[in-house]
């Protein structure tokens, strides 16, 4: 059985959550507050963690960022604000996928089970024999999918090593926004197409010296993105 943990403040939203979600078989648990909720995700373990971007105290933002110091859990951020900047603010600190308030608990359950999916498919997707990539001062290792650079490993969510196995598996080749998500998310489900933009941003602050003067992504103006290999 599937483990979801629910950070929000907002107990009555929290309920019906855990309420409609343990219909498909999940287990749930909840935390009603940012500190909580950290404990929760080391005592829980949860599969996929479903957090709030506004809340008293440790805000969203904090809580994902200390979860993505030394965990890949799949996190969809909620937002009670559409604005563009809170959207990109969640991505780039590490959310996978985002909702906005009021949502259809409906369309939460369907991000909820593509987001798994993507998970389980990376898993499944690892090839034992697969030699690693060796580029400049990055080794991608696809079998146990790390990542290091100078010999020091680098934390990523499943959607940003799944970019970055994409991109250095295809070398000069320019990807344009629709076809990254095309190729790394369940694309009818993301209505926000500069999404990507935020993973990229997020990978670049990882793997580069210099986020402002990439070596491996670089951007090609007007069409997308290419990975610089040597």
């Known amino acids: 059985m599937q483990k979801i943990l629910i950070i929000d403040d907002d107990a009555r939203l929290v309920k019906n959550v855990e309420t409609y979600l343990k219909d498909f078989d999940f287990r749930i648990d909840a935390a009603l507050n940012g500190a909580d909720g950290l404990r929760k995700v080391k005592s829980f373990q949860p599969d996929l963690v479903i957090l709030d971007l506004m809340m008293p105290g440790i805000d969203g933002l904090e809580v994902c960022r200390e979860i993505r110091k030394d965990n890949t859990v799949p996190i969809i951020m909620l937002t009670a604000r559409g604005e563009e900047s809170d959207v990109v603010a969640g991505l780039e600190v590490g959310a996978d996928d985002y909702?906005?308030?009021?949502?259809?608990?409906?369309?939460?359950?369907?991000?909820v089970k593509?987001?798994?999916?993507?998970?389980?498919?990376?898993?499944?997707?690892?090839?034992?024999?697969?030699?690693?990539?060796?580029?400049?001062?990055?080794?991608?290792?696809p079998a146990?999918?790390?990542?290091?650079?100078?010999?020091?490993?680098?934390?990523?969510?499943?959607?940003?090593?799944?970019?970055l196995m994409l991109f250095a598996s295809n070398p000069g080749v320019?990807?344009?926004?629709?076809?990254?998500?095309?190729?790394?998310?369940?694309r009818e489900l993301e209505p926000f197409d500069r999404a990507i933009d935020a993973h990229i941003s997020n990978l670049r602050n990882k793997i580069e010296d210099s986020?402002?003067?990439?070596?491996?992504?670089?951007?090609?103006?007007?069409?997308?993105?290419?990975?610089q290999g040597a």
């Open 211 to 227: 986020p402002k003067k990439s070596r491996y992504i670089i951007t090609v103006w007007g069409a997308g993105y290419k990975f």
């Open 144 to 163: 146990t999918r790390e990542v290091t650079k100078k010999k020091k490993h680098i934390t990523l969510t499943n959607t940003e090593f799944k970019l």
């Open 99 to 111: 909702l906005t308030k009021p949502f259809s608990l409906r369309e939460l359950a369907a991000r």
């Open 114 to 141: 593509a987001a798994l999916r993507r998970t389980k498919a990376a898993q499944e997707d690892q090839i034992p024999a697969e030699k690693p990539f060796i580029i400049g001062e990055l080794t991608i290792n």
């Open 174 to 186: 320019v990807f344009s926004r629709d076809r990254l998500l095309d190729e790394v998310r369940d």
